[in-house]
């Protein structure tokens, strides 16, 4: 485990369920809600709206909120305010590994029995945040992951339907690169959003067996790991990315991976759901990105071991605190409620998770979204979620020094296992 998840945890923000008894919304209580729509935007923007409906619904309740980006969040200050004795109340969680390691340290709430009206109209989605069959969370958001591409820049290089295979996908890229086009934005600056090109390589080039044995036993001995490295030492070979896109950050402004997208400077982008409502935000012309902007799925590698059809995919949800106060949960439970999810759906910023809010999708390249996760055979949860926090900085640096020239697939692997025994 990280230094951030050995002690146990301090929960805060108020008294025990048990305490507080039939005392719900009687006393003044302030929630503190962490979350990463960072970005000003429809994200941002809708939250905190939720948080003031939701204050006007229950006036003792105060909601006090901190929008953090989602590296910071995830890997500095989520973990180091966990370890403290003042945790924010409700904030991001992500589910799979990483939340298992927080339930074993002791920082989140049960909220199993609150919860199970929330779970059963969520569906299996809502597992993700469930630990040994108790629930420690919920989601709001959940998709798969797929390149975000310009359809005009396409049909300028007579690229004349996306890439269904890696052949493909090379072949697009040497016909932008002939006018003079970026092939593929990338934001190895973040770290993640390079890793998930590996996380893509493993997809396709291991079994869904191997996958899942891998999350569970954190068994890293399958070629086809060294396999992933291969393919994306190869990949990064025929120079798809643009200049200096080892510093480049992910989703910041214009000048970033998404914003070259947003701004027709680039091609694609392999990024998840949420990028619909980042790409806004950073577009300086967003009726021109509507227009230009579609969504394909991952390509298959032919003859490879994963299944073509499987897709890797996850989504953001929110848990409180051990000892956060009852309001918490009753916040919780309001975030997945059908008018919530509804509006959510509406801003375009990413796909809902509860049954018939995703009547409120609109956008077009979210609908593709929508389609290609009902047909996936299988989804896989991000790694570095999957294989929990340890295992996941660890592969996740690993993979960046192959994009940055000082790596090896051998050494990713190496990473892992040697993360998966500390």
């Given amino acids: 485990m990280t230094t951030a998840l050995v002690a146990a945890g301090c929960g805060g923000g108020g008294e025990d369920d048990a305490d507080k008894g039939g005392e719900l919304y009687k006393d003044p209580v302030t929630l503190t809600w962490w979350h990463n729509a960072s970005q000003d935007g429809p994200g941002k923007t809708y939250w905190e709206k939720v948080a003031k409906d939701f204050s006007t619904a229950h006036p003792t309740v105060t909601i006090e909120i901190e929008a953090i980006e989602t590296n910071q969040l995830q890997r500095t200050r989520l973990p180091a305010a966990l370890l403290s004795n003042d945790p924010p109340d409700i904030f991001q969680a992500w589910g799979g590994g990483e939340m298992r390691e927080q339930v074993e340290a002791g920082y989140l709430k049960d909220v199993t029995d609150q ?26 958001r959940m998709g798969i992951e797929g390149i975000w591409y310009n359809k005009d820049m396409f049909a300028q290089a007579g690229i004349s339907a996306p890439p269904a295979t890696f052949d493909e996908l090379n072949d697009a890229v040497a016909k932008l690169k002939a006018i003079n086009v970026i092939p593929i934005a990338l934001g190895a600056g973040d770290k993640w959003p390079a890793a998930h090109w590996w996380y893509n390589f493993a997809l396709r080039d291991c079994s869904v067996e191997t996958l899942k044995k891998a999350s569970t036993e954190q068994k890293f001995d399958d070629p086809c790991f060294v396999k992933a490295g291969q393919d994306l030492k190869a990949f990064i070979a025929t120079k798809p990315f643009q200049d200096n896109f080892i510093a480049t950050p992910g989703q910041n402004d214009p000048t970033s991976a998404n914003g070259l997208l947003a701004n027709g400077k680039a091609a694609m982008e392999l990024m998840g759901d949420w990028n619909r409502g980042t790409l806004d935000t950073v577009a300086t012309d967003k009726a021109k990105l509507a227009k230009f902007l579609g969504w394909f799925p991952v390509p298959a590698i032919a003859g490879s071991a994963g299944d073509p059809k499987a897709a890797l ?90 994009f940055a020239g000082n790596g090896t697939p051998e050494k990713v692997v190496d990473a892992m296992k040697a993360a998966a025994s500390k």
């Fill in 115 to 140: 919860t199970k009206s929330e779970v059963a109209d969520i569906g299996s989605a809502a597992e993700i945040w469930q630990v040994d069959g108790k629930q420690y969370g919920l989601p709001f």
């Fill in 313 to 402: 995919g996850g989504g953001d949800g929110f848990s409180c605190a051990k000892n956060a106060p009852p309001e918490c949960v009753e916040f919780l439970k309001y975030l997945v409620s059908d008018e919530v999810q509804k509006g959510y759906a509406a801003t375009g910023t990413g796909l809902p998770v509860v049954k018939g809010a995703a009547d409120g999708v609109t956008d077009p390249a979210l609908k593709s979204i929508l389609t290609a996760t009902s047909e996936a055979t299988y989804v896989q949860l991000w790694l570095d979620t999957a294989f929990g926090s340890t295992v996941g900085s660890a592969m996740n640096d690993a993979i960046v020094a192959i």
